[in-house]
């Protein structure tokens, strides 16, 4: 069973407003990433972290922003939130010391702005 | 650009049959192989990871890796209702995993 969890699990926002998703995991790995997926869509890598102090943008453009200063904790930031932020955010963690290891999933960030 | 193909079907098969998903990947160096379940409005499940050429069996499923064909699939023997979801094929040569869009499976009684 992964130790990989996402708060809130539901959000409704307005426009303009800030808000911070959180990702935490309790297994020691080096590795995070964040996925933005529409329902019935594929997956989009829209940031990653190699380590603490590591962040990178992923394949996706993301309004968003992330930090990484504990190993366990990866939030996802928007600064000021649109319609067109709406979506599924998940978090995902993997080991780092062998590469391609496999991700494991938190439950899931459902965003919805209105 | 590294590349992980699906067919997005749906997939439909009777209960009780054997399920195939296919997946080609692009990037020649691609070292780990992993299939994920996904529910609808859930997050994405391990199910089977494969690191080398040949067949993996884990009770009903069996994933099939090819590198020299850059193929990987996954059986699923005996598929009953609750194996309908979207299947979602991995691939990792690097650090950062790249997710195939997913084949949707529908199993009916």
């Known amino acids: 069973e992964a130790d990989i969890y996402q708060t809130p699990r539901y959000l409704v926002i307005g426009t303009g407003k800030k808000i911070t998703l959180e990702c935490s995991q309790t297994?020691?790995?080096?590795?995070m990433y964040w996925y933005q997926q529409d329902p019935g869509m594929e997956l989009h890598l829209i940031h990653y972290?190699?380590?603490?102090?590591?962040?990178e943008k992923g394949d996706l453009s993301s309004e968003s922003t992330v930090s990484r200063i504990r190993t366990e904790h990866f939030p996802l930031t928007l600064e000021s939130a649109r319609p067109s932020h709406t979506s599924q955010y998940l978090c995902?963690?993997?080991?780092?010391?062998?590469?391609?290891?496999?991700?494991?999933f938190g439950q899931g960030t459902r965003l919805t702005v209105v | 650009q590294k590349e992980v193909e699906q067919n997005s079907g749906p997939l439909s098969v009777p209960e009780g049959a054997i399920a195939s998903l296919n997946c080609t990947y692009s990037?020649?160096?691609?070292?780990?192989f992993f299939w994920y379940r996904q529910y609808s409005g859930k997050s994405p499940e391990l199910i089977m990871s494969?690191?080398?050429?040949g067949d993996k069996e884990d009770g009903r499923f069996t994933a099939q890796l090819n590198k020299a064909s850059q193929y990987v699939s996954l059986l699923i023997r005996d598929s009953q209702p609750s194996d309908s979801a979207t299947y979602l094929c991995?691939?990792?040569?690097?650090?950062?995993?790249?997710f195939g869009r997913g084949t949707s499976l529908i199993v009916h009684p």
């Open positions: 995902a963690s993997s080991e780092s010391f062998t590469a391609g290891t496999e991700a494991f």
């Open positions: 297994m020691g790995h080096d590795k």
């Open positions: 972290s190699y380590g603490v102090n590591s962040t």
């Open positions: 990037d020649r160096v691609s070292q780990s």
């Open positions: 494969i690191y080398s050429n």
């Open positions: 991995a691939v990792s040569g690097s650090y950062i995993p790249t």
